[in-house]
């Protein structure tokens, strides 16, 4: 399938979608349905992401109109407070309420974003300069924990720094992707999945992983969060360290693929026949890459193997990944968490948004709503 006829084949999934979905968000997918939820999930902003992409690319009103309803209960969410204790909060606004303001300039939409970001700040523990991933702040066993996925939830707060022109988000931003550059990097390019950090004194105390093979090992989507996320702290910074790390990711990612370069869940776990894809990791690292060579010239030493490594990708996800027409999903054999045993080899509302933000990149030139 040529990139066109994914888009237009997405659209119509999505447009079933719209219908069947109704007032609820998909998260992931069970037998090949997805769960819904209320609005109670980190994902939900990738369903409304999903539905801006369609409208920009379409300029049909059906999209707009679910994307702006999705958009009501997602401030609404917002302004009560609900199901935000969590870093979530880039993944649940950016492709949502920024993703309005960047297409209508929506006023209220932007005062949303702003508030999600003061949301999101909250997480932000000054005294030992890091973004608190999960679980109430402070918590005993979570409160020094920094996950790499979080670098995805930065680009709210540079987002926040540009519009308000007040740079404590920014700085807020910049310790927290130090930290993740200093300790879940490794010297090999791979990453941990999370770190901790001693809440008295700061000190940094280990690696370890939750959705992970094992403690050392490395999370497949989380090498691919690094690729992108710091290729997006390197578009609003422009310290180079970031592009080195994002390229560092981006070389280590390529390397570990299978032959039809769609990595497994873990690029350490042994492989036998049994083994489970993520097509999510796949399709948020062909975005990463796409953002790296924005920054590359042609003339640089890894310019052609990134490009060849997105399209690689690109044709093994658009001909052996996407269901079958009338699917809920845009593709599958995604993993949500092979090691919890949830949603191991499924749909994932993120991996779709993906899916579409890659061939959108690719044939359109669209972006996304990571940066404006
Ligand atoms: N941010 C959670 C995940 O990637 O599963």
New binding site residues.
Partial sequence: MNYQNAIEEALIKTKANITRFGDLFPHTSKDEVYQLNPNDN?TNGFWVGILWLCYQYSGDQAYRDAAQSAVERMKERLDLDQHLDTH?IG?LYTPATVAQWMIDEDQQARLASIKAADRLMKRYRKELGLIQAWGPLGDPNQGGRIII?CLMNMPLLFWASQETKHDHYQAAAVQFIEKARRYLMRGDDSSYHTFYFDQVTGEPIGGATQ?GYKDGSTWT?GQA?AIYGFALAYRYTHNPAYLETSKRAARYFIKHLPENYVAHWDFDVPIDDQIKPDSSASAIAVCGMHELLTWLGTEDSDYTKFSQAIEKTMQSLTADYTTEHGSEGLIDHGS??VRENKSPDDYTI?GDYFYLEALLRLEKGYTGFWYA
């Fill in positions: 980190w979530d993944f996925d959705q989507r969060w949500y968490s993120w």
